[in-house]
């Protein structure tokens, strides 16, 4: 197997499980969706209250996290040039050859 097919397996493997957190994610919204709506429909009797507040924003946050799983799930199913730097990076081994051997533990210069 090559590195370009190496690459593109983990990277759509990490976008098939984004994209399954989004779907996880979303078992969540029917809960926070009802709850908003609780404390939104008690609102005339007791005004806007901290808790309506927060529910409202609980809402607005999975549908924020659903947004972004399935934005990096698109990202890493694309299996661009800087998620096959990411993946797998470049084979420096010309920079480690420069650099000369690393001191081993019968080296004097280490005690």
Known sequence: MSRNEIVRLVSRALAVMQFISALYETTFLPERIYSAHHYVSAEH?????F???LEQFYAAFVFARIA???ILAWIFWQC?????????PPDDSSIQS??????GPEDPALF
């Not at 009797?45 to 209250?49: P, Q």
């Not at 420069?98 to 001191?103: I, L, R, T």
């Open 80 to 88: 661009g040039p800087r998620i096959a730097r990411l993946l797998l």
């Open 98 to 103: 420069n650099a000369g051997p690393e001191p």
């Open 45 to 49: 009797l007791l005004g806007r209250t």
């Open 68 to 70: 972004m799983f399935l």
């Open 51 to 53: 808790i309506e507040t």
